[in-house]
């Protein structure tokens, strides 16, 4: 399989030329919107990779979320990750699909770790293509020593106070806030990285309503090494949306179930249902896929 640098090289050289995507992220610039400039290289790249058949299941779950976030309602989307390419073959494909597709897609707010701002210019690039808010995220902290990296914590915490201060003004004006709750793409060699991350627990406790989707097909495959060395293959790509949920219910039950069965960590446990429906959610999106693959 070619790698992605080597599919795409003409297309990842005009994007980083043309890309303004801040490098350096500070407190001031945690919410950025997606570069209109560099946008139409990635959805070119996606056009490249998907095959007839890929698109949108469940579509009028996102139409009903939308109306409630153009209702002034907080609402989440919690998305399955494979690859750095999930965001915009989504983006891509929902604006694929009939009215509100396009509203859906130019509705997302994608929460997205530094990183990906401030360790490869290419990666910046990509992910500066997209309308996003950027977070010092919990693994990124956990490498760091509280004596010899005392400054960068103190960086991070002012990040992420800055963050949620954006958070909470942007989730009731009509946009989708996406989170991977697994904080990072799955790798097959490792578990724990389709782990969902602890914290999401105090999203799901601060909106009011949200969809899960699933993800089956890949044109991006994760590889040990930079994202420039991941394989590219053309694929059906399917996305799969749940129905709309009451966080405030979802959460309720979730912890009910865990103290019932005796869990310490409710909010891991709360973590977990929404991991346990996507997966269930993506075994039966696969065979939904087949069908597509077949024709």
Partial sequence: METLSGKFKEQIQKAVRLSKVSTVVTEQDVYQEGDQNVLPFLHKMVETLVLPGSGISGFEHLKELLEKANAGHSCLLFVEHYSNMDLSAFH???QKEPDPGKAIADALVAIAGIKLNEENPVVAAFTGAHTRLVIYPSRSLSHLDPVKDRAELVRSNGINRAAMKAL????????????????????????????????????IKSFEYMCMVAINGEVLHV?????MDDFVSEDVVRYTAGPVLSCAEFRSAARAVAEAAGVEDKKQAVVDTIMERLEEMHIAGEADRQGYLKK
């Fill in 92 to 94: 891509y494909l929902l």
């Fill in 223 to 227: 590889s040990p090494g930079d994202m």
């Fill in 168 to 203: 909470s003004d942007i989730k009731v004006k009509g946009k989708l806030i996406l989170v991977f709750p697994s904080g990072t793409r799955y790798r097959p060699w490792d578990p724990q990285t389709k782990k969902g991350v602890r914290e999401i627990d105090s999203y």
